[in-house]
């Protein structure tokens, strides 16, 4: 939440990327509250889980409320599940990602302030379009 509020007077594209073991240790906020503010702040938040190199593979659940970050920001969830250092890392399509972004305007009626969904859709073949799941009307 704090990253999201450094970012906020950046110019430019904002994203931060959380590498992680999935632990909770001393979280503050919830994830819904993290998602609100980068969110509002127009801060994507991609997220990478990391398993220990050659360790007992025990993510399961784990992952869940990192995804749920990710996809309401508008991120990429990937789990870092490597079992030697030489396999490939998880972070060339998240800069992929982030060197790909388009922007989207559109107008929005109703009352400022509130919590919008947004489904976007692509009708090209072949293509896909990521994006976050809601945004805070203006």
């Known amino acids: ?9 950046e110019r430019g594209r904002r994203a931060i990327v959380l590498l992680t073991d999935g632990q909770a240790t001393a979280n503050v906020r919830s ?17 990478i889980l990391e398993e220990p190199i050659g360790f007992f593979k025990g993510s399961a659940g784990r992952d869940t409320s990192l995804r749920q970050l990710a996809e309401l920001t508008g991120g990429l969830f990937r789990l870092d599940d490597r079992v030697t250092p030489d396999d490939a890392p998880p972070f060339p399509d998240i800069l992929q990602a982030l060197h790909r972004i388009y922007r989207i305007q559109f107008a929005v009626e109703g009352a400022p302030g ?5 489904d976007v859709r692509v009708k090209r073949p072949n293509v896909r379009a990521h994006a976050r799941k809601w945004f805070i009307a203006p």
């Open 31 to 47: 994830v819904s509250e993290a998602a609100r503010e980068a969110a509002s702040r127009n801060v994507s938040v991609h997220t």
């Open 1 to 9: 939440v704090e990253a999201a509020g450094i970012l906020a007077s």
């Open 114 to 118: 509130g919590v919008r969904q947004i």
